[in-house]
């Protein structure tokens, strides 16, 4: 008899079990323990969706091309801006600005301070185009949501939810939602330094290494036409003033590592340091573009003479009046090359040219478009005045 009911438990028990398992993984079995208060939810509120005629901007030259368009707009901040991009993408993929399709994964908004991520599944550009190219594209899109709404303040830009990687451009920061074509704020000019004997140091960093062959130009790559630039330059200017000293950051073949450039020119003490770039133009004169390093309009101020920790980023803001005043006196020597039509000139401009970051000295980047990859020979000599007109003011002996 004991047998019998011990198997008959053994049939039923599991069962039984089992079944309450099932309903209560199923929510049909309600379990509170008193310690553990249910916490009520609140109910989720519909979200106000309106049909809205927005203004969305096209990269163009010498402005934006604008083209309004019916969306659907969300008072959801992070959808009204998901669904704006989106739109803008779908406009640049009709006009031909992208050679693979771009998608935008996702927007988050981090808490109310109105900085907002978006994360794309490719950079919403090509490598091989000029900075001014690329900057033309974030521009746009900054244009685009700086128009549409008054949420934001400052994007970050991610590829499958890591910064976005460029040679030229830096996206390790947030970028201000009024962008950089407008430099608003008024630097004074940077005061020429005081050089004992005539004593002067160039850092010349041409763009590329082992590693980073750069860009295509014709049959050839970039790394090689500006390490060729660079020893010309070095030459010109090495003969017009014997008591300089120009150092080249790289020789053929060797492999420059992260923020190695920075630390050689910072523990150098340089008066100067230019970086080149060069890519393949586009029809038309060529453009040769003269940048200075800048993060944002809302610049902090540094005391050199207190002893305190900074970000390297920062490392750029007391030389920031100098480099801006150096990178206007190359583009004014090269104005006269422009009116002989061998190249374009824009007005200068403060970005986040990733090249230049952590550099305490005062910085430039030069950039030149290239019909052909011999071209770069035409080019030489316009820089190198320029380049000596820097080294003329800073010494003094020229206003």
């Not at 553990?36 to 934006?64: D, L, Y």
């Not at 910064?163 to 407008?182: C, K």
């Not at 950051?249 to 450039?261: A, D, H, S, V, Y």
């Not at 061998?342 to 970005?351: A, H, M, V």
């Amino acid at each position: 008899m004991n047998n019998r009911l011990i198997v008959t438990l053994g049939m039923i028990l599991p069962l039984f079990l089992g079944f309450t398992f099932y309903a209560f993984y199923n929510d049909w079995i309600v379990v509170r323990i008193p310690l553990f208060p249910i916490q009520k939810t609140m109910p989720i509120q519909p979200t106000a969706v309106e049909k809205r005629a927005i203004t969305f901007f096209i990269p163009s030259t010498p402005n934006f091309k604008q083209e309004t368009s019916e969306i659907i707009w969300s008072t959801a901040p992070t959808e009204a801006i998901k669904t704006v991009t989106q739109t803008w993408l779908a406009l640049l993929d009709e006009e031909g600005f992208f050679e693979k399709k771009v998608t935008l994964q996702s927007v988050a908004e981090e808490g109310d301070t109105r900085h907002f991520y978006l994360s794309f599944d490719r950079p919403p550009f090509s490598g091989e185009s000029t900075t001014a190219a690329k900057l033309l594209i974030i521009e746009s899109l900054l244009a685009t949501l700086r128009s549409t709404t008054e949420t934001i303040k400052t994007i970050s830009f991610f590829c499958h939810h890591q910064p976005v990687e460029d040679y030229h451009l830096d996206f390790s920061r947030a970028w201000p939602i009024e962008g950089f074509l407008q430099n608003s704020h008024d630097f004074p000019d940077g005061k020429p330094q005081k050089i004992p004997n005539g004593y002067y140091t160039i850092m010349i960093d041409p763009a590329g290494d082992a590693r980073n062959t750069g860009r295509i130009i014709g049959e050839t790559f970039e790394r090689g036409i500006t390490l060729q630039f660079a020893e010309h330059l070095k030459e010109l200017l090495e003969h017009e003033f014997p008591n300089i000293r120009i150092i080249l950051t790289r020789f053929p073949g060797e492999k420059i590592e992260p923020l190695q450039n920075a630390n050689f020119v910072n523990r150098l003490g340089a008066q100067l340091y230019v970086s080149l770039n060069f890519a393949a133009a586009e029809r038309g004169v060529p453009h040769c573009a003269i940048y200075y390093f800048l993060y944002n309009q809302q610049i902090p101020s540094l005391n050199p003479h207190l002893l305190s920790w900074h970000p390297y980023q920062e490392a750029y803001i007391n030389e920031l009046p100098r480099s801006r005043t150096f990178a206007q006196i190359v583009r004014n020597k090269l104005l006269e090359y422009q009116r002989q039509g061998l190249f374009q000139i824009p007005e200068i401009r403060g970005i986040p040219f990733k090249p230049l970051i952590g550099i305490r000295s005062p910085s430039i980047a030069c950039e030149i478009g290239l019909h052909s990859q011999d071209d770069w020979a035409l080019y030489v000599k316009p820089v190198a005045a320029g380049l000596a007109h820097v080294v003329r003011y800073a010494q003094g002996l020229i206003s």
